[in-house]
């Protein structure tokens, strides 16, 4: 393998191509990272209304979990980009595909974002359902609000516990981000294609682009486990892993 | 340890789909023994003499070819989603001849879809051995695979709308122009944004009716690409009075069927199916056939002249690539 492809000046845009993969890895960071801002919020939002012991709140959260989850996520990168901006009102419409800042870029973050908050509210949920419905009635008869038991008794121990599944999700985001590259933004695999088109060093790009995906994903997983460790509540569960 | 002895077996588990994909179909082969039992030995003293590919479609049964899913007319899917057009029609004669070499009538033909990036990888990989699409013949190119005999000439345009009021290549400063990823055009557009510093916002698209889409719906103003491919992308669009393909060629684009390099047997056969019909003059009918008349699948007539280059490329057959600049001479 030779990967001095690598300092030669790229085709156009003036660097070399090194910079095109390093410009690559930017895009897949930052629409990995506002796409789990975006997913983390909602899903956590609709994780909680997923077990509010109200049917209206609970049923819209139940059809986005099913609609989102259930459609794969290249069909909806397609129907944010092509359709959403076709069935919206005219005007609305054309700011969507010309004024909108970085249109592709904009639309691979909402689409990711809400696409993993499906997965997100799932791991909530199960989280805050695999509390003992004791410690919910023991809250309330003490005179919490059921917002208040939320915050200080159910949610603190929920997240923790789906620490684990949360680093899938959140790995999982990294690596989904490379469908983005179907509406045109030019994140790593995009990049990595794009160099390997211009220089016909197929194998030695991919092996660069998989190093990096393995390193970002290894970063976030050190770091959960980092963070898992930090909020552990000592004698509880998960508490042992050490 | 364990996770290289994973790693090991899941590397073994892929080659052995390779090799599945790559097996013959039962038929054929059962039929093979007996029929080629006693020339066998002397088949096998010849082995050495057979090119890769001849040898490789003797072994398996089947000759794969390449198609497009919208290069039209030059290869595409028709209503019944089968591969059809002008390019099709040449790498049939193609496998035909390659049955008559071999003598093996059986020998099936098989159509494995590309688009302009997976093309030269699936081809060097063994996946098609030959690809009769919209693929220029370029010097660069030639790195890495070999091209049959120039059989359609042509270069690079732009498509706009026509209430873009865009009238050439300097009107598109600033303004967002959708590609087509691995084609010639990606180049010759961006060496030409380079070069005049037109500031361009490009976005990449997989396949041509996608870029088309992108200026359809507005999301770019202008999609540059072979003016042929261009002009049968307005044709067959749901409004073809909409759009209008301008410019002068920023690129020569010879087109040619492609195959794998170093194998001058195969190169040979081909190129001698090519010549074959320039000389014959066969190749004006299937000129007809798809340029001047009407195609699937909505019957529209491109009505698409023969031009003064291809005319000159049939009277000469020649394999020249279109060099580094995007020029034939450079």
């Given at each position: 393998?030779?990967?001095?492809?690598?300092?030669?000046p790229?085709f156009?845009?003036?660097?070399?191509?090194?910079d095109?993969?390093?410009?690559?890895?930017?895009?897949?960071?930052?629409?990995?990272?506002?796409?789990?801002?975006?997913?983390?919020?909602?899903?956590?939002?609709?994780?909680?209304?997923r077990?509010?012991?109200?049917?209206?709140?609970?049923?819209?959260?139940?059809?986005?979990?099913?609609?989102?989850?259930?459609v794969?996520?290249?069909?909806?990168?397609?129907?944010?980009?092509?359709?959403?901006?076709?069935?919206?009102?005219?005007?609305?419409?054309?700011?969507?595909?010309?004024?909108?800042?970085?249109?592709?870029?904009?639309?691979?973050?909402?689409?990711?974002?809400?696409?993993?908050?499906?997965?997100?509210?799932?791991?909530?949920?199960?989280?805050?359902?695999?509390?003992?419905?004791?410690?919910?009635?023991?809250?309330?008869?003490?005179?919490?609000?059921?917002?208040?038991?939320?915050?200080?008794?159910?949610?603190?121990?929920?997240?923790?516990?789906?620490?684990?599944p949360?680093?899938?999700?959140?790995?999982?985001?990294?690596?989904?981000s490379s469908?983005?590259?179907?509406?045109?933004?030019?994140?790593?695999?995009?990049?990595?294609?794009?160099?390997s088109?211009?220089?016909f060093?197929?194998f030695?790009i991919?092996?660069?682009?998989?190093?990096?995906?393995?390193?970002?994903?290894?970063?976030?997983t050190?770091?959960?486990?980092?963070?898992?460790?930090?909020?552990?509540?000592?004698?509880?569960?998960g508490?042992?892993?050490? | 340890?364990?996770?290289?002895?994973?790693?090991?077996?899941?590397?073994?588990?892929?080659?052995?789909?390779?090799?599945?994909?790559?097996?013959?179909?039962?038929?054929?082969?059962?039929?093979?023994?007996?029929?080629?039992?006693?020339?066998?030995?002397?088949?096998k003293?010849?082995a050495?003499?057979?090119?890769?590919?001849?040898?490789?479609?003797?072994?398996?049964?089947?000759?794969?070819?390449?198609?497009?899913?919208?290069?039209?007319?030059?290869?595409?899917?028709?209503?019944?989603?089968?591969?059809?057009?002008?390019?099709?029609?040449?790498c049939?004669?193609?496998?035909?001849?390659?049955?008559?070499?071999?003598?093996?009538?059986?020998?099936?033909?098989?159509?494995v879809?590309v688009?302009?990036?997976?093309?030269?990888?699936?081809?060097?990989?063994?996946?098609?051995?030959?690809?009769?699409?919209?693929?220029?013949?370029?010097?660069?190119r030639?790195?890495?695979?070999?091209?049959?005999?120039?059989?359609?000439?042509?270069?690079?345009?732009?498509?706009v709308?026509?209430?873009?009021?865009?009238?050439?290549?300097?009107d598109?400063?600033?303004?967002?122009?959708?590609?087509?990823?691995?084609?010639?055009?990606?180049?010759a557009?961006k060496?030409?944004?380079?070069?005049?510093?037109?500031?361009?916002?490009?976005?990449?698209?997989?396949?041509?009716?996608?870029?088309?889409?992108?200026?359809e719906?507005g999301?770019?103003?202008?999609?540059?690409?072979?003016?042929?491919l261009?002009?049968?992308?307005?044709?067959?669009?749901?409004?073809?009075?909409?759009?209008?393909?301008?410019?002068?060629f920023l690129?020569?684009?010879?087109?040619?069927?492609?195959?794998?390099?170093?194998?001058?047997?195969f190169?040979?056969?081909?190129?001698?199916?090519?010549?074959?019909?320039?000389?014959?003059?066969?190749?004006?009918?299937?000129?007809?056939?798809?340029?001047?008349?009407?195609?699937?699948?909505?019957?529209?007539?491109?009505?698409?002249p023969?031009?003064?280059?291809?005319?000159?490329?049939?009277?000469?057959?020649?394999?020249?690539?279109?060099?580094d600049?995007?020029?034939?001479?450079?």
């Open positions: 393998m030779d990967f001095s492809f690598l300092n030669q790229a156009s845009g003036g660097g070399v191509y090194l095109w993969v390093i410009s690559g890895l930017k895009w897949t960071l930052l629409v990995s990272i506002l796409g789990w801002i975006i997913a983390f919020s909602v899903g956590s939002l609709l994780g909680i209304l077990t509010a012991p109200v049917a209206w709140l609970r049923v819209p959260a139940t059809i986005y979990v099913e609609l989102f989850r259930n794969p996520l290249l069909v909806q990168m397609f129907i944010w980009y092509f359709v959403v901006p076709e069935i919206v009102p005219k005007a609305v419409g054309d700011w969507l595909k010309t004024q909108m800042p970085m249109p592709e870029f904009s639309n691979a973050v909402l689409c990711l974002g809400f696409y993993t908050a499906s997965r997100v509210a799932e791991q909530v949920r199960s989280g805050i359902q695999s509390m003992p419905r004791g410690q919910t009635s023991a809250a309330l008869a003490m005179g919490l609000t059921l917002p208040q038991t939320y915050r200080h008794v159910l949610l603190p121990m929920a997240y923790r516990i789906v620490i684990p949360m680093t899938t999700e959140f790995l999982t985001i990294f690596k989904n469908v983005a590259l179907t509406i045109g933004v030019l994140e790593l695999t995009a990049q990595a294609r794009q160099i088109e211009y220089t060093r197929t030695e991919f092996t660069v682009a998989t190093i990096i995906y393995a390193l970002i994903t290894l970063t976030v050190f770091s959960m486990r980092w963070l898992e460790n930090k909020t552990r509540v000592p004698g509880y569960v508490g042992s892993s050490k | 340890m364990t996770k290289k002895r994973s790693l090991l077996l899941a590397l073994i588990f892929a080659s052995g789909l390779v090799a599945c994909g790559e097996k013959p179909a039962p038929a054929p082969k059962a039929a093979e023994p007996a029929k080629s039992a006693a020339p066998a030995p002397e088949a003293a010849e050495p003499a057979i090119t890769d590919t001849l040898k490789k479609i003797a072994d398996t049964g089947v000759i794969k070819i390449g198609h497009r899913d919208a290069s039209i007319p030059f290869s595409y899917l028709d209503g019944d989603q089968k591969p059809v057009g002008y390019g099709v029609d040449i049939l004669k193609i496998a035909d001849a390659v049955k008559a070499k071999l003598n093996k009538p059986d020998i099936k033909v098989e159509f879809p688009t302009s990036q997976t093309r030269i990888p699936i081809l060097t990989g063994g996946n098609i051995d030959v690809e009769c699409g919209s693929t220029t013949n370029s010097v660069k030639q790195e890495q695979v070999s091209f049959a005999p120039t059989y359609f000439v042509t270069g690079t345009k732009i498509i709308k026509k209430s873009s009021g865009i009238k050439g290549y300097d598109l400063k600033g303004k967002t122009v959708v590609f087509t990823t691995g084609t010639t055009n990606e180049r557009m060496a030409y944004n380079d070069e005049k510093k037109l500031d361009i916002n490009f976005i990449p698209s997989k396949d041509h009716a996608e870029s088309f889409l992108a200026v719906t999301r770019a103003v202008a999609f540059p690409m072979d003016d042929i261009l002009y049968s992308l307005k044709a067959s669009a749901k409004n073809p009075d909409d759009y209008v393909v301008i410019g002068d690129s020569d684009d010879p087109y040619a069927p492609m195959i794998r390099k170093g194998d001058p047997e190169k040979k056969l081909v190129d001698g199916v090519l010549g074959d019909l320039y000389k014959s003059g066969e190749i004006n009918k299937l000129y007809a056939k798809w340029f001047e008349s009407k195609i699937p699948p909505k019957g529209i007539n491109l009505n698409f023969m031009s003064a280059g291809l005319k000159e490329a049939i009277k000469n057959p020649n394999d020249t690539g279109v060099g600049c995007g020029k034939m001479k450079c």
